[in-house]
């Protein structure tokens, strides 16, 4: 049996979050400030709202039980996650436990986290991936509106992990029929969007990646990351060099198209600055992915991928 989980509505493109009815009373979480967020409400249209603007970036669970707390009782109808990733993971989480349900409207496009059953929270000062159904979104608002003012280097990323996610959730051992055909699609449409330089068509890219990669897993390239993560690479440049290289040892049909893709976006070479001996005794425990990766992976496959990201640039 295969299973595939979707918010209960879409709406995407032009004017999406615009023509979008939104409920009377709901709560806006948002990580970004009035002079940005008042003009993207207005074009939303909602009147009749609340809004929290005090999520930092990876929420703690401290933040997430403040907020039921000061609006308990407010009669509100509906959280508003508007924002990265960090807005729409603090609407997951408190939906979950108040049962009040959850519009997530991304306004950097490359996680689609607004598809997906995850949610990142921190818990004692450590970030915790969770797993839940009730993270689904009730709806999820898709409008490449919000593109606009978005620095280069976030979309940059953006785009790089909405790439990596579609080809390695598309190689997949947890994947299906159904989801590679999802992870197929937004390549095609992310590779279009950067290769011949149509942004605005990322943010339906990055949904479809986020339906495909989150009914599957994303692999290698994704474990390989997250040791340049830890010493403060962005997670989207971390995965253009670690990303490739992963293709290259799986012999993925993406290897080619995704190198051109990091090439035309120009990223460094990347470095690390801890021995690759220790790194890959951090990545090897990670089985999540590794265990969907399409082949086995040693720990030797793992320093010889770490070394030819660090010593003999993939991306030349
Ligand atoms: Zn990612």
């Known amino acids: 049996m295969w299973k595939v989980l979707t918010p209960k509505k879409i709406a995407f493109g032009e004017n999406a979050a615009k023509e979008f009815e939104y409920p009377q009373r709901s709560l806006i979480i948002t990580t970004t400030t009035p002079e940005i967020y008042n003009k993207w409400i ?20 401290e933040t997430i039980e403040k907020i039921k707390n000061e609006y308990e009782g407010k009669n509100i109808n509906a959280y508003i996650g508007l924002g990265g990733g960090s807005s729409m993971d603090v609407c997951k ?28 929270i921190s818990f004692d000062h450590k970030k915790k991936l969770l797993q839940d159904e009730a993270f689904l979104a009730d709806a999820a608002v898709v409008d490449p509106y919000f593109l606009a003012g ?9 785009a790089c992990d909405a790439a990596a996610q579609a080809s390695e959730g598309y190689d997949s051992k947890a994947g299906n029929p159904f989801t590679r055909l999802f992870c197929k699609e937004a390549f095609d449409i992310l590779e279009d969007a950067i290769i011949n330089d149509k942004p605005n068509l990322l943010p339906y890219g990055a949904m479809l990646s986020g339906i495909g990669f989150g009914n599957s897993s994303t692999t290698l390239g994704h474990a390989l990351s997250y040791v340049f993560s830890n010493e403060g690479v962005p997670h989207g440049e971390s995965l253009s060099s670690c990303t490739t290289v992963a293709h290259k040892f799986n012999k993925s049909i993406f290897y080619d198209r995704f190198k051109k893709i990091c090439q035309k976006l120009k990223f460094d070479q990347l470095k690390l600055k801890q ?39 993939p991306l030349s």
């Open 150 to 158: 978005t620095p280069y280097h976030i979309m940059r990323n953006s």
């Open 93 to 120: 989480y408190l939906s979950k436990i108040t049962k009040i349900p959850k519009i997530l409207i991304p306004t950097t496009f490359g996680t689609g986290a607004e598809m997906t059953t995850y949610a990142v």
């Open 42 to 61: 207005e074009y939303m249209g909602i009147k009749n709202y609340e809004i929290y603007d005090r999520v930092t970036p990876d929420p703690a669970i």
């Open 275 to 313: 021995p690759l001996d220790l790194a890959a005794d951090v990545i090897m425990p990670d089985r999540g992915h590794l265990d969907n990766n399409p082949i086995e992976v040693t720990k030797q496959d793992i320093i010889n991928c770490l070394d030819e990201i660090v010593n003999k640039n």
